[in-house]
């Protein structure tokens, strides 16, 4: 019975996305009902000391990289840096390499900061004129721009910044760049691959006689691609906050040490001495100065482009990063519930009879990925409930937390892109499609991401490589 209870409130909250209800809202309900079904007198104290606190930490700990990803994506957009990579890709790649384009630009934004929601709507009014012109049916747009963005550079690449590489940091005191080769050759595998897929696709619908389409919904009005900056100048924000992201790293143990304290010599206000341990949150801080100086940068190169729309810009960001961390936490603080419950007690029981720690995690960390709808939701839930469990079995097989860490944020990335997937449900929204038309090529790539997993466990068991 214990564990129908824990059972029916995943599958509630699965409902609930998938209906388009909001997480932040129904989380709690769903937490809360379950704890009402195994002791009533306990759901006020749970809500308060264990749902709330859960919540609160995440937030705490995470909120100002929602918030610095998104006015930085923002400001990627308001200058027109996007749409200046987004042409020059289309020129030096080729149109007739449509589906490469977009993979590229969607790879080159997500690797740079932008949110993968940012991503979508930037990237769309391009994409679509270049399915246009290409003639390839825009129903096979989503899959691409999914694999562009959705994919490697969410989590596999080592030293992304988006928060599926950086929520691990915080439980295995590892690095956003761990496992940089593993990261590197499971992202191979995914971009050949799923490639590989899209071409195959693209072949066997344009063989068939099916161009881009008619009577389509939600077309993007033709782009005017004039006055547009150097993409030079473009992508160099870009790959100033991968370069400062990686130097950070290195950097900020060296400045601060393996802890650093706060006493009432340096700030008299202080009644108790406030103590940082550095491994905790280099990740964090390295991802948070980078974007800060990305930010900056824009602001200064793009300042005429920017400023008349900045306030305006930056509150909607502001917005979606609010509303994208209260989800997340939201989830963060059904996971701590849950875990808490004797029905979950069966499904770590059940997980444990999976011998090898590196698939267990896997496993544990997709599926609850996949029944919430969300990467990092589902990786936070996992993670919260199960991180000292994945820990101990990597020690014991001598198994180094940085392979720990790129298992666990790959597999996040993998079945969480099911059809109630927020993420999903944007992307067709904003490209006029349905389920029924491109689902099945955005499920491929869910697919390919998935198995990519598998393949770096058993590249790691067969070279060593981190």
């Known amino acids: 019975m214990s564990f129908i209870v824990v059972l029916a409130a995943l599958v509630f909250l699965m409902l609930a ?19 009402l079904f195994t002791d009533p007198a306990a759901v006020a104290p749970v809500f308060s000391g ?7 930490g995440f937030i705490k700990l995470y909120f100002p990289v929602f918030l610095l990803g998104a006015v930085f994506g923002k400001l990627i957009e308001l200058s027109g840096f996007s749409e200046s990579i987004v042409v020059a890709a289309i020129r030096y790649i080729g149109r007739s390499r449509a589906n490469a384009v977009i993979v590229t630009v969607c790879a080159l934004l997500t ?17 679509a004129e270049l399915y246009r012109q290409s003639n390839i049916p825009k129903r096979l747009m989503p899959g691409a721009i999914a694999l562009g963005a959705f994919s490697f550079t969410m989590d596999s690449l080592p ?38 897929f899209l071409e195959w696709r693209r072949r066997s619908a344009m063989a068939k006689g099916e161009g881009y389409g008619t009577s389509l919904n939600n077309e993007p009005e033709r782009t005017n691609s004039t006055n547009l900056p150097h993409p030079l100048l473009s992508v160099a924000p870009l790959i100033l906050v991968g370069v400062a992201n990686f130097a950070l790293t290195k950097l900020i143990p060296g400045w601060y040490g393996e802890s650093y304290s706060l006493t009432a010599d340096m700030l008299p206000g202080l009644h108790a001495p406030v103590n940082t341990p550095i491994k ?24 005429q482009r920017v400023r008349s729309n900045f306030a305006s810009g930056t509150k909607v960001a502001v917005g979606g990063a609010l509303l994208a961390a209260m989800n997340t936490a939201s989830e963060y603080g059904f996971g701590g519930v849950i875990a808490s419950l004797p029905g979950f007690l069966v499904v770590s029981e059940a997980l444990k009879s999976v011998p090898n720690p590196l698939v267990n995690a896997a496993v544990s960390v997709s599926s609850l990925a996949g029944i919430t709808g969300s990467a990092s939701g589902g990786m936070s839930i996992a993670l919260a409930a199960m991180s000292d469990l994945f820990i101990k079995g990597a020690q014991m097989a001598n198994i180094p937390l940085e392979v720990l860490h790129r ?9 969480d892109t099911l059809p109630h997937n927020g993420a999903v449900i944007t992307l067709l929204a904003v490209t006029g499609l349905t389920h ?21 466990i058993a590249v790691y068991y067969l070279t060593g490589l981190v």
Do not use: C
């Open 17 to 35: 996305a998938y209906r388009g209800y909001s997480v932040i809202l129904f989380a709690p309900i769903a937490a809360l009902g379950a704890v």
């Open 50 to 56: 264990i749902f709330m606190e859960k919540m609160v």
């Open 111 to 127: 690797y740079g900061g932008v949110s993968l929601f940012v991503v979508v709507f930037a990237v769309y009014p391009f994409a």
């Open 159 to 196: 030293g992304t910044p988006q928060i599926q590489n950086i929520i691990p940091t915080t439980f295995f005191k590892t690095t956003g760049w761990a496992a940089p080769w593993l990261g590197t050759i499971g992202s191979l595998f995914i971009i050949v691959v799923g490639l590989t």
């Open 280 to 303: 905790t949150v280099v990740g964090i801080w390295a991802v948070e100065g980078a974007l800060l100086l990305g930010i900056l940068f824009v602001a200064l190169t793009a300042l």
């Open 407 to 415: 298992v666990v944020a790959m597999a996040s990335g993998g079945m």
């Open 436 to 456: 029924r038309e491109s689902y099945r090529d955005i499920f491929a790539v869910t697919v390919i991401k998935t198995l990519a997993v598998f393949f770096v």
